[in-house]
C-alpha cells in the first residue's frame, strides 16, 4: 500500500512525530463543522519547512493525499481528508522567527497563532489585525482561507496583510513568494494565489506579515435599534460617508438574546444592535464616535452606550467573538451551519431582511451577526435534532446564498470553500472562469495530491 510506504519512510526523519494513534486520526478526521468526518492514514507533526519537503516529496512519489492541518477551526469541511492519506499538522511549526518595528512588518511559521503573535508583538507597540472569532486559528489556517474578522473595515483581510510566503510545492520543491515591500509590480501575484488556497496548491510553511500601530485612542459603543433595517442603513450611511470606523458588527434579536445569555451582557436588550470601535488620535476617536452617533440617531438608533475601559471593551468584544458558541448554547441539543454571504453595501439590507424572511419560512431558529462593515454576514442556522433537520438547515443556506449571488454578491466573504460550498462556484464566477482556476490547479498540482476533493466539485 503506498501510504504505509510513505509512512514508513517518513519515520526515518520524523520519528514518532508521523502517527497512526486513533484518538489523533480521529481528531484530526473533522474541522468545526458538519460535514461527516474521515480519518486520515496517519497524521505528521512537522517541526521544519526541510521537513514538509521531504515529506510532501514521498507523498507525490506515491500519490498519496496531504491535508494541511493548522487548528482544525475552518468551518466547510476544509480539513477533512475525504480520500485519507496523510494530514499534515502544523501546530509545532510555531515561532515568531523575525520582527522589525521600523518596517511593520514581521515573518512567522504557519503553526504560529493569532493569539500567540499578538502577545509577542504587543510590548513593541504593534499588533497584527486580523481576528477571526476564534484565537486558536493559525496564521497559515488564516492565510490558506483567507480570513478576516472584525478589524477587516479598517485593516483588511489577509489578503491585504500577508506580504509574501514560503511554500512547499506538491512535488516537494520549495519556492518564495513576494517579500517585504509595500507594493511591486513584478511577475504574477503568486502570494495572492496561495492567499485563500486552502491548502490545495501547497503547504505554506512560513508568511510575511503586515503589522499595525497600536492606536493611541480607542473607544468602543453599542447602539441599539429597533428593526434591523434602521440598524443596517446606519451601517450604509457611516460607510458612504468614509468614517473610519475600526469595527462595525450586526447581531440581530436573537443573537443578542443568545449573547446577553451567553456573556452576561448588562444593560442591553435582545434588540437589532451595532457594535463599534473607534481607533486613531484622541481627537480623532471622538470626531468618529460623534459622526456616527449622529448618523445612528438619524435612522432611529437608541442611543450609543459606550464601553470607554479597557475592561469592559474587552468583554463587550469577547462577547462579540463567542457569538458562535451562544447560539449554540442557546439551542442545546442543535449541531450548526454558518452560511458566509457577502454583497456589494448598497445590498446590504435587501440581503440581510430577505434572509430574515427567508428564516421564518423555514421555521428554523438562525441568528444573524455579522461584519456587515465588509457587507458579510452569518446566519448561524440552528439544525433541530430531527432526519430532516440537516435538509431544512441546508436548503436555508442555499436561499441565502442565492440571493447574494443575484445581489451581485460572493458565497463566502471569508470562510472559504472547502466541501460545503463547491456548488455555488460556477454561479458566482462563471463556468469559463472555473476552467482556468482548474487549470491552475492541475499545472502546479497534476497528481492531486493537494487536499483533494475541496473547492472544485469533482
Ligand atoms: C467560532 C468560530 C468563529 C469563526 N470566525 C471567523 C471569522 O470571523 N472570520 C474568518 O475568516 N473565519 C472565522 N472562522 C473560521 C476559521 O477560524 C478560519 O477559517 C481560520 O482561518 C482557520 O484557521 P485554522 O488554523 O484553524 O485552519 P484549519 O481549519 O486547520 O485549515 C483551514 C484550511 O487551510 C488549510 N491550511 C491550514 N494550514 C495550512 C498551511 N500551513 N498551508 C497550506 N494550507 C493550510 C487547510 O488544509 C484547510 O483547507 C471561525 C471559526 C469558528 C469555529
Same mark, same amino acid.
Given at each position: 500500500m503506498p501510504v504505509e510506504a510513505v509512512i514508513a519512510a517518513a519515520r526515518e526523519f520524523l520519528g514518532d512525530r508521523i502517527t497512526t494513534n486513533t484518538a489523533l486520526r480521529d481528531h484530526h478526521s473533522h474541522g468545526q463543522d458538519t460535514q461527516p468526518p474521515v480519518m486520515p492514514d496517519a497524521v505528521a507533526f512537522i517541526e521544519s519547512t526541510e521537513e514538509a519537503c521531504r515529506l510532501m516529496a514521498l507523498c507525490h512519489a506515491e500519490r498519496v493525499p496531504v491535508v494541511p492541518w493548522g487548528a482544525g477551526t475552518s468551518l466547510e469541511g476544509h480539513v477533512t481528508p475525504v480520500r485519507g492519506g496523510i494530514t499534515l499538522d502544523m501546530s509545532r511549526m510555531n515561532n515568531v522567527l523575525h520582527v522589525s518595528q521600523p518596517d511593520m512588518d514581521c515573518r512567522v511559521q504557519a503553526g504560529v497563532t493569532r493569539e500567540q503573535l499578538n502577545v509577542h508583538l504587543r510590548d513593541m507597540g504593534l499588533f497584527f489585525p486580523v481576528d477571526p472569532g476564534t484565537s486558536a486559528c493559525t496564521i497559515g489556517g488564516m492565510s490558506a482561507t483567507r480570513a478576516s474578522g472584525t478589524n477587516a473595515v479598517r485593516y483588511g483581510t489577509m489578503r491585504d496583510n500577508v506580504m509574501g510566503l514560503t511554500v512547499v510545492m506538491p512535488d516537494g520543491k520549495l519556492i518564495r513568494t513576494g517579500? $517585504?515591500? $509595500?507594493?511591486s509590480s513584478s511577475g504574477y501575484d503568486l502570494t495572492r494565489l496561495f492567499v485563500g488556497s486552502e491548502g490545495t496548491l501547497g503547504i505554506i510553511t512560513e508568511i510575511q506579515l503586515r503589522l499595525h500601530g497600536i492606536p493611541e485612542a480607542v473607544s468602543s459603543a453599542t447602539c441599539q435599534f429597533n428593526t434591523l433595517r434602521d440598524a443596517v442603513e446606519t451601517v450604509i450611511s457611516i460607510l458612504q460617508l468614509g468614517i473610519p470606523v475600526a469595527r462595525m458588527e450586526l447581531l440581530d434579536e436573537v443573537q443578542m438574546a443568545a449573547c446577553i445569555a451567553y456573556s452576561k451582557l448588562e444593560g442591553l436588550a435582545a434588540l437589532p444592535t451595532l457594535f463599534f470601535e473607534f481607533h486613531g488620535t484622541e481627537a480623532g476617536v471622538a470626531e468618529q464616535a460623534s459622526q456616527a452617533e449622529e448618523l445612528a440617531l438619524g435612522n432611529d438608533g437608541l442611543g450609543f452606550a459606550w464601553a470607554a475601559e479597557a475592561s469592559a471593551r474587552a468583554k463587550l468584544w469577547q462577547a462579540r467573538h463567542d457569538a458562535y458558541w451562544a447560539a449554540l448554547a442557546w439551542k442545546p441539543g442543535h449541531k450548526s451551519i454558518a452560511t458566509d454571504a457577502i454583497v456589494p453595501i448598497s445590498r446590504l439590507n435587501e440581503a440581510i431582511l430577505g434572509a430574515k424572511e427567508d428564516i421564518s419560512a423555514s421555521g428554523l431558529t438562525a441568528p444573524i451577526v455579522g461584519h456587515v462593515g465588509d457587507g458579510n454576514f452569518h446566519t448561524v442556522i440552528m439544525v433541530p435534532p430531527e432526519p430532516d433537520g440537516m435538509a431544512r438547515a441546508w436548503e436555508l443556506d442555499k436561499k441565502i446564498v442565492a440571493r447574494a449571488l443575484a445581489l451581485g454578491g460572493s458565497c463566502s466573504g471569508e470562510h472559504g470553500v472547502g466541501i460545503g460550498k463547491r456548488e455555488f462556484l460556477e454561479q458566482e464566477h462563471g463556468a469559463e472562469a472555473l476552467t482556468v482556476m482548474r487549470a491552475v490547479k492541475q499545472a502546479l498540482d497534476p497528481r492531486g495530491v493537494m487536499n483533494p476533493g475541496k473547492i472544485f466539485l469533482n
Open positions: 517579500g $517585504r515591500v $509595500r507594493k
